[in-house]
């Protein structure tokens, strides 16, 4: 019988959801989650951006704000892991309850507002887990402390911070629960951010790859915007996409009506609308990370195929458990044997000028 659905996720579910996590993270931080096994299948390995991977399922941002238990999450078979939204400064975030399941709908909904401990913090635990990692390429999802009013300064201290330990940085300009920054996506204000996030990043030693997060709330108009942005500035990679305050009708969890971003089941296709998009209008030229709703591995290999290189998961930790990377790139190396694909490279995009 699978532990986790039947005893440990009960348990899990029978706590407020904010605690269950924090139980959750102290015990991966502890190491009591013991290691998947291995996932070695050549069809599932792949390199971007100078980066390897042993499979393109990796963790989504927000999970381990604080990079705490980065050693135990690198044994669990991700193929990658990114760890923020860090903040300059360290903050508490918005007031709990302000995280909620919705199980009917295999939701999430949460305004947490980037609660962290702030950089310096942040870049102490990263730097001293990488030690303990099993190797795979580490993220760092940098954002802005709710207070700061010139929003570019707080992104350029996070890129100064972490360009030397970092092997990619996610600009984050797309949570919904830090008032104001989603217009950082607004052309002239991403232009701005973008040109000073490069430029910093080019005066740094270790020159890692930057990658930009947006929303699934974006117009097509918006997207061709944020397209041109990535073009035009060299933007090395693009993830699509954070989570949605948009409610689809069809909701059924009690909670469905609560403020704040929603994830999961409900974002999946909305998210991969965004990001096949975004693949044609960057004519698949930069990489993209395609996130939300992602619970096997045909979420993984649609997702693929619609123009990601890599995916994401967060939701999927939550309802099928730790070992959720491990059971999804399985299962995208069935889907991608089944047509006949011999790496997952040559299944990006396939779909990218399909309709719906
Ligand atoms: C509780 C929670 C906290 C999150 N915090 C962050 C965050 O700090 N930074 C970020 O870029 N995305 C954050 N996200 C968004 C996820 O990284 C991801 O984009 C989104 O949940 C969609 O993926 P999913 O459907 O697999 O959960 C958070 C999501 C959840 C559920």
Do not use: W
Not at 233 to 260: C, F, H, V, W
Not at 305 to 310: D, K, N, T, V
Not at 319 to 330: E, K, N
């Amino acid at each position: 019988m699978p532990i986790y659905p039947h005893i440990i996720r009960p348990l899990l579910f029978a706590l407020e959801a904010e605690t269950a996590h924090n139980i959750a993270l102290a015990g991966l931080k502890k190491n009591f989650v013991p290691a998947g096994r291995l996932i070695s299948y050549d069809s599932l390995k792949t390199n971007i951006l100078g980066m390897e991977f042993t499979n393109p399922v990796g963790l989504a941002a927000g999970f381990d704000k604080d990079a705490v238990a980065l050693p135990n999450l690198s044994r669990l078979g991700f193929g990658f892991l990114e760890f923020g939204t860090v903040t300059p400064k360290p903050q508490k975030g918005n007031s709990q309850p302000r995280l909620f399941r919705l199980p009917e709908d295999m939701a999430i909904i949460n305004r947490l507002g980037f609660n962290n401990d702030g950089l310096k913090n942040f870049l102490r635990n990263f730097e001293e887990a990488k030690k303990l990692a099993q190797s795979c390429p580490l993220g760092a999802n940098i954002g802005k402390n709710k207070e700061t009013e010139d929003s570019v300064s707080d992104y350029i201290l996070g890129v100064r911070a972490l360009s030397d330990v970092a092997d990619y940085i996610t600009v984050n300009v797309s949570s919904p629960n830090t008032p104001g920054l989603r217009d950082l996506q607004v052309k002239p204000n991403l232009e701005k951010l973008v040109g000073s996030v490069m430029n910093e990043r080019e005066g740094s030693y270790g020159k890692p790859p930057i990658f930009l997060k947006i929303a699934p709330d974006l117009d097509e108009q918006d997207i061709r915007d944020v397209a041109e942005v990535a073009k035009d500035m060299q933007i090395d990679g693009l993830i699509a996409t954070n989570t949605t305050i948009s409610r689809p009708k069809y909701l059924t969890g009690r909670l469905s009506q609560e403020r704040g971003g929603l994830s999961g089941a409900p974002l999946r296709d909305m998210s991969t609308q965004i990001l096949k998009s975004l693949y044609r209008s960057t004519e698949g030229k930069i990489p993209i990370i395609g996130v939300g709703g992602v619970f096997k591995g045909t979420d993984a290999y649609q997702k693929i195929r619609a123009g990601a290189s890599l995916v994401q998961i967060y939701s999927a930790m939550i309802y099928r458990g730790p070992y959720a990377a491990r059971h999804i790139a399985l299962e995208l190396a069935g889907a991608l044997a089944e047509d006949g694909f011999s790496n997952v490279a040559e299944a990006v995009g396939v779909d990218s000028d399909k309709t719906g």
